[in-house]
Each structure stands twice: as C-alpha cells, then as structure tokens.
C-alpha cells in the first residue's frame, strides 16, 4: 500500500500515541498533535516514504485557529492530506445531578465540538482531491450508557450521530468515514479522569460514584494494550471500504452493546447498576 500523511490528533499518550507509532512503523507519514507540542524548523521532502517518529505539533482542538494553523502546516509540509484520526478527548466523572452547565460544556467542547472544527478545517482540502478517510475515535459508553459517566457518554453517543451524518454527505466526493469503538484499555485515561466539582464530600452520590469509578478503573488498568487498536487501525486505512463503525475491546463489552439492543431497557439497567456497584 502507498504510504499515507495521517493526521491524528491527541496523539502525545494513549491511543494516539499508539496509532501513531503503529502507522510510522508501516510506513505512513505520521503528524501527532498535542497542545504541548511545537512547530517544527523543517520543511519536509513530501517523497519523503519514511520517517523515524511521528512528527508532533501543537493544536488546541477547542480552538479554531489552532487547528486551522495545524491543518495548514501538514498541507504545506505534504501537499495533501490522506487520513484524519480524530482521538483527542477528556473523561468526566460525576453524577448528573453534580455536573455543572460550563463542566459539561467543557467536554463537549473537546469530545464533540474539537471533533467538528478538525473536520471542517480538512475537509475543503479532502474533498477537492476526491479521497480521504476520517477515523473518529467514539466508545463503547457511545451505545451503552455508564452510570456517573452519563455526559461522556452523551458526548459519545452525539458523534456517533454526526459521524453518520457525515458518512452519508460525503459519499459523493470520495472521502470516507468510520467510527473506531474502543471498550477499556490500558492508556493514560484513567489518571486523566476529571471529576466534576460538586461530587466531593458533601455529594448525596459520593459513595455510589466511588464505587462505579473504582470498577471502570479496574477494567481500564487490566484492560488491553492500545496497540490492538492501533493495529486495527492500521488494517481499516488499508481497507478500500471500510465499515461505518468497529466496536473493538473484551468480548463481554462488546457483547453489553447486542444485549442492550435487544433486551428491555429495564433489564439492561438493572445489570449495569450491578456491574458498577450503584
């Protein structure tokens, strides 16, 4: 297969971290993003096949010039721009009673909204060459909804909405689009969890949240290594046309996604609130 440039964003750990070493390995042109990270001095050879690492530069995707200045500097290093894996995203803890407006808010604006301004910056560049992929990383939690995760779950449950959405507009213009579905793995998610404000101390949920956290920890710290993931990525670029969507993690998880849509809504609930001890 002919080598890609590949954008991925949050790319510095986790998943993105490992999608990027991945793709590097086999050869693609791999640019990471991170809001840590900074231009580099260098004006790429675009036949250029190879490089040692994924080159990392800075973008904010709860900023509009930023990832516009990002998007803008893989174009002027490459000249195009072939696959788009939308990774960055946040983790809120807390029950929705604890959860304020501007929390939510906050994560929506990078799991939902960081999401749509990535995909508007590439795609008048995708578009015009009649080709492209974009990869957005969604959940399992986007199909079943996680008791004190209620909010990641919706962020999740609106991009697999949009996703949809978009597959189906740009199927005249030759880009495609797919959704990766990962269940618990083993990535720096866990430490990074924020928990909203309110659901300290003095919250009337504080213990049931504990608990249910405690178990999504556990699951996620014995959970699978991210390069499976990233390997799967990996085959889906080298797919001509790839699913709509790739749930993808401990066969009981993927299994809890069948089961709600097919048993009643009640049941389903009663077996979570089981599951994380709420």
Not at 71 to 92: P, S, T, W, Y
Not at 174 to 191: N, Q, W
Not at 248 to 277: C, E, H, M, N, T
């Amino acid at each position: 297969m002919e080598p890609k440039v590949v954008l991925i964003t949050g790319a510095s750990a986790g998943f993105g971290r490992a999608c990027a070493e991945v793709l590097v390995e086999q050869g693609h042109k791999v640019y990471g993003t991170s809001r840590r990270a900074a231009f580099p001095d260098f004006v790429a050879a675009p036949e250029a096949a190879s490089q040692p690492a994924p080159v990392m530069i800075p973008m904010d995707v709860c900023d509009d010039d930023s990832v516009s200045s990002a998007v803008e500097f893989v174009l002027k290093q490459e000249g195009r721009i072939d696959v788009v894996v939308n990774n960055a995203g946040v983790g809120l803890a807390g029950s929705v009673e604890d959860t304020s407006v501007d929390e939510a808010r906050a994560l929506f604006e990078t799991n939902f909204f960081g999401v749509l301004r990535v995909c508007r910056a590439v795609l008048p560049t995708l578009r015009a060459q009649r080709s492209g992929l974009i990869v957005n990383i969604s959940s399992l939690a986007g199909f079943v909804t996680i008791p004190f995760q209620g909010f990641y779950s919706a962020s999740k449950y609106a991009l697999e909405s949009m996703s949809d959405a978009l597959r189906m507009e740009l199927r005249p213009f030759g880009v495609r689009v797919t959704l990766l579905e990962p269940g618990d793995f083993k990535t720096g998610f866990t430490e990074s969890r924020i928990f909203s404000t309110a659901s300290g101390d003095d919250s009337v949920y504080r213990e049931s949240c504990q608990r249910a956290v405690a178990v999504m920890e556990n699951d996620e710290r014995n959970g699978s290594d991210p390069r499976q993931l990233a390997n799967l990525l990996a085959k889906i670029i080298a797919t001509p046309s790839p699913r709509n969507r790739y749930p993808v993690g401990a066969f009981a998880q993927r299994l809890a996604v069948v089961a709600s849509r097919v048993l009643p809504s009640a049941l389903v609930d009663r077996a979570l609130r089981a599951i994380y001890k709420c």
